[in-house]
C-alpha cells in the first residue's frame, strides 16, 4: 500500500532553533514529492522536488530529497514564531498521496 | 487577484440535510480537487476533476457529489448519506491534470454537522 509518513508527528522548540522535519515514503511510481505548509487555513506550496540530492532553497527554509532512500528533510534555519505551522509532505506517483503533517510550534 | 476561493468559511447544518460547498478559481487552471481533512489523519481526495464536465471519484467519494460545468468552478455536494461529515474541507486546483503538477489550495469549508 502507498504511504507517505512524516515524523515527528509534533515538535516545539525556542525562537532561533533550527529544526528539520522528516517524510519518507513507499509509493510504486514516485514523480514527485512536494512539501506545504498549513497554517489556521489552506496548505501554501512551499517546494517540489523531483531529482535526488538537489538542494531547494527559499529564505530560512530548504529541502532535499534522498530518492534512494526514500525520504525527504524540510529544514527551517533560525525559527521563528510566524514558523509555527502544520508542514505536510506529500508524495505524487498515479495520485497524490498526503502524510499526517508535523505539527511545529515556535516559541517566543 | 488571482486565486481559489472556498465558501463559507464555517458552515453548520442538520443530519440528513444536503449541503454544498463552492469553489471558485480564476487562475485559467484545468484541474481541480476536493480534499477531507480529518484530526490527526492526512488529507484524503473526494473527487478530483481535470476537465470541464469531466470528474472522478478519490479515495472517500461515498456520500459526496461534484459537478463541473465550468471551468472556474467545482462544487462538492455533502449529502445525508455521508456517515461522518463533520471535518474540514479543502478545494485545490492545479494547472493541468497532469500527475506532476503542484496543487494550490483554497481557504477551506469547515463543516459541522449538528
Known amino acids: 500500500e502507498d504511504k507517505v509518513v512524516q515524523s515527528p508527528l509534533s515538535l516545539v522548540v525556542h525562537e532561533g532553533d533550527t529544526v528539520t522535519l522528516n517524510c519518507s515514503y513507499e509509493v510504486t511510481n514516485f514523480r514527485s514529492l512536494l512539501w506545504y505548509k498549513q497554517e489556521k487555513k489552506a496548505p501554501t506550496f512551499l517546494f517540489m522536488l523531483t531529482s535526488s540530492g538537489i538542494e531547494k532553497k527559499s529564505g530560512r527554509l530548504s529541502s532535499i530529497l534522498d530518492k534512494k532512500e526514500l525520504f525527504s528533510i524540510l529544514n527551517i534555519t533560525a525559527t521563528q514564531t510566524g514558523d509555527s505551522a502544520v508542514y505536510l509532505c506529500a508524495v505524487i506517483d498515479d495520485k497524490i498521496i498526503f502524510g499526517k503533517g508535523t505539527r511545529l510550534h515556535i516559541l517566543p | 487577484d488571482g486565486g481559489i476561493t472556498q465558501s463559507p468559511k464555517y458552515l453548520f447544518r442538520k443530519e440528513g440535510q444536503n449541503v454544498t460547498l463552492s469553489c471558485e478559481q480564476n487562475?485559467?487552471?484545468?484541474?481541480m480537487y476536493w480534499y477531507r481533512q480529518d484530526p490527526g489523519q492526512g488529507l484524503r481526495l473526494i473527487y478530483y476533476?481535470?476537465?470541464?464536465?469531466?470528474?472522478q471519484k478519490g479515495d472517500i467519494a461515498e456520500g459526496y457529489s461534484v459537478s463541473r460545468e465550468k471551468k472556474e468552478s467545482f462544487p462538492l455536494t455533502v449529502t445525508s448519506a455521508q456517515k461522518n461529515p463533520t471535518a474540514f474541507y479543502l478545494c485545490?486546483?492545479?494547472?493541468?491534470?497532469?500527475?506532476?503538477?503542484?496543487?494550490?489550495f483554497g481557504p477551506g469549508t469547515r463543516l459541522t454537522v449538528l
Open positions: 476533476s481535470q476537465i470541464v464536465n469531466d470528474f
Open positions: 487562475l485559467n487552471h484545468d484541474a
Open positions: 485545490a486546483s492545479s494547472l493541468t491534470g497532469r500527475r506532476t503538477d503542484t496543487q494550490y
